[in-house]
Nanobody, 122 residues
Framework: QVQLVESGGGLAQPGGSLRLSCAAS????????MSWARQAPGKGLEWVSG????????YYAEFVKGRFTISRDNAKNTLYLQMNSLKPEDTALYYC???????????????WGQGTQVTVSS
């Protein structure tokens, strides 16, 4: 059974940093691309970042480029999102998602976790 469990969210000040983690189980983690998405209060779900199965290819939404870094440790079955220079508009519930294949495609995901809340406020 596929399980994705996010952690690392919390309260950060504008300009601060947080590191999200996603512990994966129930599938061969290193065989699949992964991604992060988020949903802010009152808004729709939006894609944030994606990574290929071996970590060599990474992709970012324009609004996080230069601030967020996605990475993965296939030996630990864990996906990460390092978030720097946080802004109040980054406040959202952040989800980890498993892609259907090895190469990243922002639309081709099949499982996601429960999410971890990130709040950016002074």
């Amino acid at each position: 059974q596929v399980q994705l469990v996010e952690s690392g969210g919390g309260l950060a000040q504008p300009g601060g940093s947080l590191r999200l983690s996603c512990a994966a189980s129930g599938f061969t983690f290193g065989s699949y691309a992964m991604s992060w998405a988020r949903q802010a209060p009152g808004k729709g779900l939006e894609w944030v970042s994606g990574i290929g199965r071996d970590g060599s290819d990474t992709y970012y939404a324009e609004f996080v480029k230069g601030r967020f870094t996605i990475s993965r440790d296939n030996a630990k079955n864990t996906l990460y999102l390092q978030m720097n220079s946080l802004k109040p508009e980054d406040t959202a519930l952040y989800y980890c998602r498993k892609n259907r294949g090895a190469s990243f495609n922002r639309y081709e995901y099949d499982y996601w976790g429960q999410g971890t809340q990130v709040t950016v406020s002074s």
